[in-house]
């Protein structure tokens, strides 16, 4: 409860201090902004504890204040730390899948379940219109940065969205109660981290400005 407390006195105090601030102050802000995603890796390995709620609104909250066109915000969001959810969807697949497949997750002799053992899970569904991927490309990165910033790991993942999609895991596809007309396009699995992976190199070669 202590470090719940911390956390979310932290997250006023920064807003706060976004709305009020003298120079010397935004350029600390606008440091810590910058070391926040320069600093953030994908985290694969976590501890067994759920991410507490009033972290997990922190998060959300920053989610949904991504910019979207015309601000239609065309997500919805389903939090799941559920562990028999998770590990029944993961037993599903294991039963399923060919154990020759490549990048099978299940030659991993410590998998507790198919979102790289998160113990929360949020499942990202949109509206589909031509800005709704990118939409929720912006709600994502909100909120992996904001779990970062905060001490928490997380880890965008597309494989088991893939295997949520097909007949064999409706049961567990229909349990989110997207609304009707929004289609699954994410999962985000959070936790504490349990690895601290080293950066690897981004080609900034690509990056070009034209005269």
């Known amino acids: 409860m202590k470090k719940i407390f911390t956390l979310v006195i ?18 600390n802000v606008g440091q810590a902004v910058v070391e926040t995603m320069m600093s953030r890796r994908s ?11 009033e972290v997990m609104d922190i998060i959300l909250d920053c ?3 991504a910019p979207n066109g015309m601000n239609r915000q065309p997500w919805e969001i389903r939090v799941v730390d559920n562990e028999e959810f998770l590990t029944g969807i993961t037993e599903l697949q294991r039963n399923t899948i060919d154990p020759d497949a490549p990048h099978n997750p299940f030659k991993d002799p410590n998998l507790r379940n198919i979102f790289r053992n998160a113990p929360t899970v949020v499942f990202i569904a949109h509206n589909p219109n031509p800005c709704s991927q990118v939409d929720c490309g912006l709600l994502a990165g909100n909120m992996v940065n904001t779990a ?12 088991p969205v893939q295997f949520l999609k097909t007949d064999t895991a409706k049961h567990y596809l229909d349990k989110l109660n997207f609304s009707d007309g929004y289609e699954l396009l ?6 504490y981290p349990d690895e601290s992976p080293d950066p690897k190199p981004r080609d900034t070669s690509k990056i070009k400005y034209i005269d």
């Not at 970062?148 to 494989?159: F, N, P, R, T, V």
């Open 63 to 65: 989610g949904i204040h």
């Open 186 to 191: 994410m999962a985000i699995g959070f936790g």
């Open 43 to 53: 985290i694969r390995a976590y501890k067994p504890e759920p991410v507490e709620k």
């Open 10 to 27: 932290a997250a006023a105090l920064l807003s706060s201090c976004c709305q009020n601030v003298n120079k010397d102050s935004q350029d």
């Open 148 to 159: 970062h910033a905060l001490g928490i790991g997380s880890c965008i993942q597309m494989g």
